[in-house]
Protein backbone atom coordinates (compact mmCIF):
# COMPACT_ATOMS: atom_id res chain seq x y z
CA UNK A 1 0.00 0.00 0.00
CA UNK A 2 1.47 3.39 -1.15
CA UNK A 3 1.05 7.25 0.77
CA UNK A 4 -0.96 7.66 -2.23
CA UNK A 5 -3.56 4.94 -1.28
CA UNK A 6 -3.31 6.06 2.09
CA UNK A 7 -4.35 9.58 1.25
CA UNK A 8 -7.35 8.64 -1.15
CA UNK A 9 -9.02 6.76 2.23
CA UNK A 10 -9.43 10.06 4.20
CA UNK A 11 -8.69 8.40 7.56
CA UNK A 12 -5.31 10.05 8.92
CA UNK A 13 -2.99 8.46 9.90
CA UNK A 14 -2.77 8.02 14.28
CA UNK A 15 0.58 6.13 14.99
CA UNK A 16 3.39 3.77 12.78
CA UNK A 17 4.12 -0.13 14.21
CA UNK A 18 7.20 -1.49 13.33
CA UNK A 19 8.32 -5.23 13.44
CA UNK A 20 11.71 -5.03 13.28
CA UNK A 21 14.07 -8.28 12.99
CA UNK A 22 17.39 -8.80 12.57
CA UNK A 23 17.29 -8.95 8.64
CA UNK A 24 14.38 -7.10 8.00
CA UNK A 25 12.23 -3.78 8.84
CA UNK A 26 8.48 -4.03 8.19
CA UNK A 27 6.72 -1.08 8.97
CA UNK A 28 2.43 0.41 8.74
CA UNK A 29 0.78 3.11 8.93
CA UNK A 30 -2.41 2.72 10.96
CA UNK A 31 -5.85 5.20 11.80
CA UNK A 32 -7.09 5.95 15.25
CA UNK A 33 -9.44 2.35 14.61
CA UNK A 34 -6.42 0.51 13.80
CA UNK A 35 -6.94 0.26 9.99
CA UNK A 36 -3.78 -0.46 7.97
CA UNK A 37 -3.85 3.13 6.04
CA UNK A 38 0.02 1.90 4.37
CA UNK A 39 2.94 -0.01 4.35
CA UNK A 40 6.51 0.33 3.97
CA UNK A 41 9.31 -2.75 4.30
CA UNK A 42 12.75 -3.40 3.48
CA UNK A 43 15.87 -5.38 4.62
CA UNK A 44 17.38 -2.59 7.58
CA UNK A 45 17.11 -4.93 9.99
CA UNK A 46 19.07 -4.93 13.39
CA UNK A 47 22.62 -5.98 11.48
CA UNK A 48 22.27 -3.61 8.85
CA UNK A 49 21.36 -0.50 11.71
CA UNK A 50 24.08 -1.43 14.00
CA UNK A 51 27.20 -1.60 10.98
CA UNK A 52 28.26 1.46 12.00
CA UNK A 53 27.78 1.42 15.75
CA UNK A 54 25.46 0.58 18.14
CA UNK A 55 22.31 2.24 17.71
CA UNK A 56 23.79 4.31 14.70
CA UNK A 57 21.95 3.79 11.84
CA UNK A 58 18.01 2.94 13.26
CA UNK A 59 16.73 6.39 13.49
CA UNK A 60 17.74 7.34 9.79
CA UNK A 61 15.90 3.93 8.64
CA UNK A 62 12.97 4.65 10.07
CA UNK A 63 13.02 8.56 9.27
CA UNK A 64 13.44 6.87 5.87
CA UNK A 65 10.24 4.50 6.22
CA UNK A 66 8.57 7.41 7.78
CA UNK A 67 8.70 9.54 4.63
CA UNK A 68 7.51 6.29 2.31
CA UNK A 69 4.75 5.58 4.35
CA UNK A 70 3.67 9.62 4.15
CA UNK A 71 3.46 9.47 8.14
CA UNK A 72 2.32 12.78 9.36
CA UNK A 73 5.14 14.71 11.63
CA UNK A 74 5.53 13.97 15.13
CA UNK A 75 2.94 10.75 14.06
CA UNK A 76 4.03 8.44 17.71
CA UNK A 77 5.64 5.07 16.72
CA UNK A 78 5.96 1.88 17.79
CA UNK A 79 8.53 -0.71 17.37
CA UNK A 80 8.70 -4.82 18.47
CA UNK A 81 11.34 -7.07 17.97
CA UNK A 82 15.47 -7.18 17.48
CA UNK A 83 15.43 -3.03 17.88
CA UNK A 84 15.14 -3.72 21.48
CA UNK A 85 17.68 -5.85 21.57
CA UNK A 86 20.96 -5.85 24.17
CA UNK A 87 22.68 -4.68 20.44
CA UNK A 88 19.52 -2.94 19.36
CA UNK A 89 18.39 0.78 18.92
CA UNK A 90 17.90 0.51 22.81
CA UNK A 91 17.32 -2.57 25.20
CA UNK A 92 13.33 -3.23 26.10
CA UNK A 93 14.39 -5.33 29.34
CA UNK A 94 12.01 -8.35 28.96
CA UNK A 95 8.83 -8.99 31.68
CA UNK A 96 9.38 -12.49 33.15
CA UNK A 97 6.89 -15.15 33.13
CA UNK A 98 4.04 -14.87 34.02
CA UNK A 99 3.40 -11.68 32.49
CA UNK A 100 -0.04 -10.79 31.01
CA UNK A 101 -0.07 -10.24 27.34
CA UNK A 102 -2.38 -7.44 27.63
CA UNK A 103 -0.11 -5.25 29.72
CA UNK A 104 3.14 -5.80 27.42
CA UNK A 105 2.29 -1.98 26.22
CA UNK A 106 3.60 -1.63 30.12
CA UNK A 107 6.79 -2.33 29.73
CA UNK A 108 7.46 -0.27 27.10
CA UNK A 109 10.52 2.09 26.46
CA UNK A 110 11.01 5.50 25.52
CA UNK A 111 13.37 6.11 22.81
CA UNK A 112 16.23 9.41 23.68
CA UNK A 113 14.74 10.97 20.24
CA UNK A 114 12.51 13.57 18.69
CA UNK A 115 8.86 12.31 19.31
CA UNK A 116 7.17 9.66 20.53
CA UNK A 117 9.25 6.20 19.96
CA UNK A 118 8.64 3.29 22.14
CA UNK A 119 9.67 -0.34 21.73
CA UNK A 120 7.99 -3.29 23.53
CA UNK A 121 9.91 -5.16 25.51
CA UNK A 122 10.47 -9.14 25.03
CA UNK A 123 9.39 -11.89 27.64
CA UNK A 124 11.82 -14.08 29.79
CA UNK A 125 11.40 -17.16 31.63
CA UNK A 126 13.73 -16.77 34.18
CA UNK A 127 14.03 -20.17 36.05
CA UNK A 128 17.79 -21.86 36.20
CA UNK A 129 16.22 -25.35 35.67
CA UNK A 130 14.74 -24.05 32.50
CA UNK A 131 15.80 -20.08 30.75
CA UNK A 132 14.33 -18.78 27.78
CA UNK A 133 13.63 -15.72 26.19
CA UNK A 134 11.59 -14.25 23.19
CA UNK A 135 11.30 -11.03 21.73
CA UNK A 136 9.03 -10.37 19.07
CA UNK A 137 6.89 -13.47 19.62
CA UNK A 138 5.23 -12.04 22.19
CA UNK A 139 3.79 -9.48 20.17
CA UNK A 140 2.09 -12.06 17.63
CA UNK A 141 0.71 -13.70 20.75
CA UNK A 142 -0.93 -10.69 21.51
CA UNK A 143 -2.13 -10.38 18.15
CA UNK A 144 -3.94 -13.73 18.26
CA UNK A 145 -5.08 -14.60 21.53
CA UNK A 146 -8.04 -12.78 23.49
CA UNK A 147 -7.56 -11.06 26.83
CA UNK A 148 -9.16 -14.29 28.62
CA UNK A 149 -7.40 -16.98 26.49
CA UNK A 150 -6.42 -20.31 27.75
CA UNK A 151 -4.40 -22.49 25.66
CA UNK A 152 -1.02 -23.83 23.55
CA UNK A 153 0.18 -21.59 20.73
CA UNK A 154 3.31 -22.99 18.30
CA UNK A 155 5.34 -20.05 16.00
CA UNK A 156 7.31 -22.44 13.83
CA UNK A 157 10.67 -20.98 12.46
CA UNK A 158 14.54 -20.59 12.55
CA UNK A 159 14.03 -21.28 16.49
CA UNK A 160 10.23 -22.02 16.93
CA UNK A 161 8.39 -21.01 19.86
CA UNK A 162 5.67 -22.98 22.15
CA UNK A 163 3.83 -21.32 24.62
CA UNK A 164 1.58 -21.92 27.40
CA UNK A 165 -1.16 -19.42 27.84
CA UNK A 166 -3.69 -19.15 30.62
CA UNK A 167 -5.86 -16.90 31.18
CA UNK A 168 -4.33 -13.96 28.87
CA UNK A 169 -1.14 -14.48 31.05
CA UNK A 170 2.03 -16.19 29.30
CA UNK A 171 3.04 -19.16 32.36
CA UNK A 172 5.83 -21.00 30.10
CA UNK A 173 7.69 -21.31 26.94
CA UNK A 174 10.30 -23.63 25.17
CA UNK A 175 12.20 -22.72 22.07
CA UNK A 176 13.67 -25.37 19.96
CA UNK A 177 16.24 -24.38 17.46
CA UNK A 178 14.58 -26.37 14.80
CA UNK A 179 15.33 -24.36 11.65
CA UNK A 180 18.71 -23.41 12.35
CA UNK A 181 19.49 -27.05 12.95
CA UNK A 182 18.29 -27.98 9.90
CA UNK A 183 20.13 -25.55 8.11
CA UNK A 184 23.09 -26.08 10.03
CA UNK A 185 22.81 -30.32 9.07
CA UNK A 186 22.10 -29.21 5.44
CA UNK A 187 25.25 -27.52 4.82
CA UNK A 188 27.61 -28.60 7.54
CA UNK A 189 27.40 -31.91 7.81
CA UNK A 190 28.00 -35.15 6.16
CA UNK A 191 24.32 -35.35 5.26
CA UNK A 192 24.30 -32.44 2.67
CA UNK A 193 25.52 -35.29 0.50
CA UNK A 194 21.77 -36.72 1.14
CA UNK A 195 20.39 -33.57 0.12
CA UNK A 196 19.51 -32.32 -3.36
CA UNK A 197 18.98 -29.05 -1.72
CA UNK A 198 19.88 -26.68 1.50
CA UNK A 199 17.73 -24.41 2.45
CA UNK A 200 18.15 -22.01 5.52
CA UNK A 201 15.61 -23.25 7.40
CA UNK A 202 12.98 -26.82 7.19
CA UNK A 203 12.75 -26.74 3.56
CA UNK A 204 9.45 -25.75 1.26
CA UNK A 205 8.25 -29.13 0.82
CA UNK A 206 5.13 -31.04 0.39
CA UNK A 207 2.76 -31.60 3.24
CA UNK A 208 2.00 -34.44 2.39
CA UNK A 209 5.42 -36.03 1.06
CA UNK A 210 5.84 -40.07 2.26
CA UNK A 211 9.35 -38.94 3.29
CA UNK A 212 8.11 -36.66 5.60
CA UNK A 213 5.38 -37.95 7.32
CA UNK A 214 7.57 -41.05 7.48
CA UNK A 215 10.80 -39.09 9.12
CA UNK A 216 7.89 -37.53 11.38
CA UNK A 217 6.11 -40.48 12.56
CA UNK A 218 9.93 -41.93 13.36
CA UNK A 219 11.19 -38.95 15.05
CA UNK A 220 7.87 -38.84 17.70
CA UNK A 221 7.99 -42.52 18.15
CA UNK A 222 11.71 -42.41 19.03
CA UNK A 223 12.74 -38.48 19.70
CA UNK A 224 15.57 -39.82 21.77
CA UNK A 225 16.70 -41.48 18.81
CA UNK A 226 17.21 -38.62 16.22
CA UNK A 227 21.22 -39.07 16.20
CA UNK A 228 20.60 -42.41 14.71
CA UNK A 229 17.98 -41.45 12.74
CA UNK A 230 20.07 -39.17 10.89
CA UNK A 231 22.57 -41.21 9.92
CA UNK A 232 20.04 -43.46 9.12
CA UNK A 233 19.14 -41.25 6.53
CA UNK A 234 22.23 -41.35 4.67
CA UNK A 235 22.74 -45.26 5.39
CA UNK A 236 19.77 -45.53 3.43
CA UNK A 237 20.70 -43.44 0.58
CA UNK A 238 24.38 -45.01 0.16
CA UNK A 239 22.55 -49.02 0.26
CA UNK A 240 20.13 -48.04 -2.27
CA UNK A 241 16.95 -48.28 0.19
CA UNK A 242 15.87 -44.31 -0.44
CA UNK A 243 16.77 -41.82 -3.10
CA UNK A 244 18.60 -38.59 -2.57
CA UNK A 245 15.94 -36.55 -3.59
CA UNK A 246 13.91 -37.96 -0.45
CA UNK A 247 16.45 -36.38 1.71
CA UNK A 248 15.04 -33.05 2.84
CA UNK A 249 12.01 -34.04 3.87
CA UNK A 250 12.64 -36.98 5.58
CA UNK A 251 15.17 -34.54 7.47
CA UNK A 252 12.21 -32.26 8.04
CA UNK A 253 9.82 -34.77 9.74
CA UNK A 254 12.71 -35.81 11.60
CA UNK A 255 13.55 -32.43 13.14
CA UNK A 256 9.88 -31.22 13.32
CA UNK A 257 8.80 -34.75 15.05
CA UNK A 258 11.51 -34.37 17.52
CA UNK A 259 10.02 -31.42 18.29
CA UNK A 260 6.72 -32.10 18.53
CA UNK A 261 7.60 -34.65 20.96
CA UNK A 262 8.86 -32.98 23.37
CA UNK A 263 6.48 -30.06 23.09
CA UNK A 264 3.51 -32.02 23.35
CA UNK A 265 4.95 -34.25 25.85
CA UNK A 266 5.80 -31.00 27.84
CA UNK A 267 3.16 -28.80 27.70
CA UNK A 268 0.13 -31.26 26.61
CA UNK A 269 -2.59 -33.15 26.63
CA UNK A 270 -4.57 -30.93 24.78
CA UNK A 271 -7.21 -30.90 21.50
CA UNK A 272 -6.46 -27.99 20.07
CA UNK A 273 -3.72 -24.76 19.35
CA UNK A 274 -2.84 -22.05 17.34
CA UNK A 275 -0.30 -21.88 15.22
CA UNK A 276 1.05 -18.48 14.06
CA UNK A 277 3.17 -19.34 10.97
CA UNK A 278 3.26 -18.61 7.08
CA UNK A 279 4.46 -20.28 3.58
CA UNK A 280 5.50 -24.06 3.20
CA UNK A 281 7.03 -23.99 6.85
CA UNK A 282 3.58 -23.35 8.23
CA UNK A 283 1.58 -26.03 6.15
CA UNK A 284 4.44 -28.90 6.93
CA UNK A 285 3.34 -27.75 10.84
CA UNK A 286 0.13 -27.37 10.06
CA UNK A 287 -0.28 -30.64 8.77
CA UNK A 288 1.72 -32.65 11.36
CA UNK A 289 -0.34 -31.09 14.29
CA UNK A 290 -3.24 -31.94 12.68
CA UNK A 291 -1.65 -35.82 12.06
CA UNK A 292 -1.57 -35.90 15.91
CA UNK A 293 -5.33 -35.19 15.83
CA UNK A 294 -5.28 -31.68 17.08
CA UNK A 295 -7.50 -29.20 16.16
CA UNK A 296 -5.10 -26.35 14.51
CA UNK A 297 -6.39 -22.64 14.04
CA UNK A 298 -3.41 -20.89 11.75
CA UNK A 299 -2.95 -17.13 11.54
CA UNK A 300 -0.46 -15.18 9.51
CA UNK A 301 2.72 -14.28 11.12
CA UNK A 302 3.16 -11.14 9.51
CA UNK A 303 -1.14 -10.56 10.66
CA UNK A 304 -0.19 -11.54 13.86
CA UNK A 305 2.53 -8.84 14.60
CA UNK A 306 0.65 -6.11 12.67
CA UNK A 307 -2.46 -6.61 15.18
CA UNK A 308 -0.69 -7.30 18.02
CA UNK A 309 1.55 -4.23 17.30
CA UNK A 310 -2.06 -1.81 17.12
CA UNK A 311 -3.43 -3.53 19.86
CA UNK A 312 -0.37 -2.54 22.30
CA UNK A 313 -0.18 0.99 20.61
CA UNK A 314 -3.86 1.75 21.13
CA UNK A 315 -3.23 1.07 24.95
CA UNK A 316 -0.50 3.51 24.89
CA UNK A 317 -2.62 6.11 23.08
CA UNK A 318 -6.02 5.87 23.82
CA UNK A 319 -7.49 4.70 20.15
CA UNK A 320 -9.50 2.09 19.25
CA UNK A 321 -9.09 -1.12 16.92
CA UNK A 322 -11.24 -2.63 14.93
CA UNK A 323 -10.49 -6.73 13.58
Known sequence: MTPAENSSRGAPGAFVVVD??????????????????????????MLHCTGGGAGAGFAPVLRDHLARLGAPEGVPVLICGMAGARQGWAEAPYLKTPTRLDALHEGAIRIDAPGDIRILPGIAQARPERPDVMRGEETQLLGVTEPDF?????????????????????????????????????QHSILAHALETAGNETSPLAADSQPFREGLSMALAEPAALTASLFRLRAAQLLGFEQRANGAARLSGLLIGTELADALHRHGPLRSMRLIGAGALGRLYEAALAGQGLDVTTVDAEQAARLGLAKAAIALWGAKVTT
Do not use: N, Q
Open 150 to 186: TGLVCIPGTHSKWVRIEAGRIVEFSTYMTGELYSVIA
Open 20 to 45: WGTSSFRGWLMSADGETLAESRGGEG
